[in-house]
């Protein structure tokens, strides 16, 4: 050990290890300063909430959260930490499985149909949900609000990642924690948020290896989950449902057992 690190406080590793980076803000183009450790920053100038999509951000380890009273709260504080804009938990009798939801990502020729296997025809599907549920005893449910226009651009693919990436964190703390049946379930499929670049799915029609292993789960309409009571009950339906609104949000679940 060095002179200097005898007598450095160890409380500054983390601060001499971490550094500024200047991001332009999507919305006002103002440049946006986060710390490297940081996962977002709000835009002084306009508001926006800016994400660092930097892979080598030094996130939180779920392992290094103090124990506390409540499990459900060091969850929904994980879920914060790691990037969502908002997080709620509801009572598993407000979910509502409904097969004729997951039968429209058929019936509507949605595209991520039959992509991946975190979308129908290849997920267990909503019979399956049913048949499980009683194993559920909440639902957290998060968001992530970013400006619309980030919706249709070249950002989505991040938020989308951004989405996955928080519920599968929040479900292995859940597991951590004794909570062994919990499961995650986000939106799209992983064809088009992993393997965009690829013509297939290697686990669907290559040798079987998924790509990128871990880093996607279902989407909830592929097990009939109605978002839209969830969102009522949550009082958080208004703001979803304004097509005016100059922000949109991506909802994440995460089944509580
Ligand atoms: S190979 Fe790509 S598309 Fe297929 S399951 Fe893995 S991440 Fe999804």
Same mark, same amino acid.
Request: net charge positive; hydrophobic share 25%; aromatic share 6%.
């Given at each position: 050990m060095g002179l200097n690190d005898t007598l450095k406080c160890p409380g500054m590793d983390k601060t001499l290890s971490t550094f500024p980076i200047e991001f332009d803000c999507p919305q006002c183009n103002a440049i946006v300063e986060i710390w490297s450790d940081e996962l977002k920053c709000r835009c002084t100038q306009c508001g926006t909430v800016v994400f660092n999509p930097d892979p080598s951000v030094k996130k939180p380890d779920p392992k290094t959260f103090e124990s506390k009273a409540n499990p459900i709260d060091e969850l929904l504080e994980l879920a914060m930490d790691f990037g969502s804009s908002a997080v709620t938990i509801l009572d598993a009798d407000h979910i509502q499985i409904d097969n004729q939801i997951a039968d429209l990502c058929r019936e509507t020729k949605c595209p991520n149909y039959g992509s991946s296997p975190t979308c129908p025809p290849h997920v267990r599907g909503p019979d399956w949900l049913k048949n499980n549920i009683h194993k559920t005893s909440q639902a957290i449910m998060v968001e992530i609000e970013v400006p619309q226009e980030q919706m249709y651009s070249d950002k989505r693919k991040e938020i989308s990642k951004l989405l996955h990436f928080i519920v599968i964190q929040i479900e292995r703390a859940a597991h951590e924690?004794? /909570?062994?049946? #919990?499961? !995650?379930? !986000? *939106? *799209? =499929? %992983?064809?088009?948020?992993? %393997? =965009?670049?690829? #013509?297939? %799915?290697?686990? /669907?029609?290559?040798? *079987?290896? %998924? $790509?990128?292993?871990? /880093? #996607? $789960?279902? #989407?909830? =309409?592929?097990y009939g989950i109605n978002m839209n009571h969830l969102l009522k009950n949550a009082g958080w339906f208004k703001k979803s449902n304004n097509s005016f609104a100059p922000t949109s949000s991506h909802y994440g679940l995460v089944l509580i057992g």
């Open positions: 924690k004794g /909570l062994v049946q #919990s499961t !995650a379930f !986000a *939106g *799209g =499929s %992983c064809k088009n948020i992993q %393997c =965009s670049e690829h #013509s297939y %799915c290697n686990f /669907l029609n290559g040798d *079987g290896i %998924c $790509r990128h292993p871990d /880093l #996607s $789960r279902p #989407s909830v =309409s592929g």
